[in-house]
């Protein structure tokens, strides 16, 4: 399954918010088996949320979106994600029954628009907020508020997999440029892929859905590069 994940939020694009949700999401949808094709940061604009909600919901099998969801002024995710669908906002009945009867508030302690999710789209409860969330076709509407949106993606969580990758690192004290060779020699021996990411030292993450493969692999490196610990 390819996934892409939206950010929606002008404070994670002015740099006053880091995009945790996002790095969360990845690793656990890897962890899953499933391949995480997108990471996107949009602003809190009605047209730009649907444009790019539109064009990943066509590309890829399913699509999360966090952040932008409440009663206040700049939470339009809502409205952006029903737009993408060529649908408007409505009460919806599901969500009243949940914020009354489980969240004991009553109509009047609501804001205007809290129970309001996009036509066709089934309401996901919030476990550890009021703010709800949905799911429209392939798109899940998330929380950004971070606890909100763990506790929320677990209710769906078994819906995004796919074969599981394995994954081992091999730590080089070699520049990077001299490694290229072995990293072609490895990948063409064990059909395994190989990421290299350089700083203190170069990383390289060896992933399959083989298990064997990434095992066999990493120890043919681990012999063939010069180790940091050494």
Same mark, same amino acid.
């Given at each position: ?35 995480? *094709? ?19 919901? *066509? ?30 906002? %409505? ?39 009021? %703010? ?40 080089? %004290? ?38 064997? %493969? ?17």
């Amino acid at each position: 399954m390819r996934v892409a994940l939206i950010a929606v939020g002008d404070e994670i694009l002015s740099g006053d918010t880091v995009n945790t949700n996002g790095s969360w999401l990845a690793e656990r949808l890897s962890a899953a088996g499933a391949t995480v *094709a997108r990471i996107t940061v949009v602003p809190d604009d009605v047209s730009e949320v649907a444009r790019v909600v539109n064009e990943y919901r *066509a590309a890829y099998e399913a699509v999360i979106v966090t952040g932008g969801l409440g009663p206040t002024h700049d939470d339009m995710t809502m409205e952006a994600v029903a737009a993408a669908f060529g649908t408007e906002l %409505a009460a919806d009945q599901e969500v009243e029954r949940w914020l009354t009867e489980g969240g004991g508030y009553s109509g009047d302690d609501l804001a205007p628009g809290t129970t309001h999710i996009p036509e066709r789209a089934k309401m996901l409860r919030n476990p550890e907020g009021v %703010a709800p969330g949905c799911v429209i076709e392939n798109v899940y509407v998330l929380p950004g508020v971070p606890r909100e949106m763990r506790a929320m993606f677990e209710l769906v969580a078994d819906q995004f997999g796919g074969r599981q990758q394995h994954r081992a690192v091999v730590k080089a %004290a070699e520049p990077e440029s001299q490694l290229l060779d072995r990293i072609r020699d490895v990948q063409e021996q064990f059909g395994v892929k190989v990421g290299s990411y350089p700083g203190e030292y170069v990383r390289l993450r060896i992933q399959s859905t083989d298990e064997e %493969a990434v095992e066999a692999a990493a120890a043919w490196l681990e012999q063939r590069v010069e180790s940091p610990d050494d």
